[in-house]
């Protein structure tokens, strides 16, 4: 079984900076990629941001050059720093781990919770 867990939400005003924290455990043979997603009620999941397993981040057009995502290999953790937040960042944020169980296992998609960002005056 593996688990990935956030922390780290929570309410902040706009230009505020928040730090989400992502951890993934359990039987893991290797991870792909690592990263996170919003989403907001009536709209789908989209990427915020992603690092593979080179450590070549990529970034949604709206968040780039405000938030950096940094991933540690050897804790299974990979972290997002949102600066300058915005109102529209507002969105439940999910971790993503793309992980491999076993060397002949097929890579699977494995999510966390989700946590809550509110970006409001």
């Known amino acids: 079984q593996v688990q990935v867990v956030e922390s780290g939400g929570g309410l902040v005003q706009p230009g505020e900076s928040l730090r989400l924290s992502c951890v993934a455990s359990?039987?893991?043979?290797?991870?792909?990629?690592m990263g996170w997603y919003r989403q907001v009620p009536g709209q789908q999941r989209e990427l915020v941001a992603i690092?593979?397993?080179?450590?070549?981040?990529n970034y949604a057009d709206s968040v780039k050059g405000r938030f950096t995502i940094s991933r540690d290999t050897d804790k299974n953790t990979v972290s997002l720093q949102m600066n300058s937040l915005k109102p529209e960042d507002t969105a439940v944020y999910y971790c993503?781990?793309?992980?491999?169980?076993?060397?002949?296992?097929?890579?699977?998609?494995?999510w966390g919770q989700g946590t809550q960002v509110t970006v409001s005056s």
């Open positions: 993503n781990a793309r992980i491999r169980v076993t060397p002949s296992s097929p890579e699977l998609n494995y």
């Open positions: 359990g039987s893991i043979f290797r991870f792909s990629t």
């Open positions: 690092v593979n397993s080179g450590g070549v981040p």
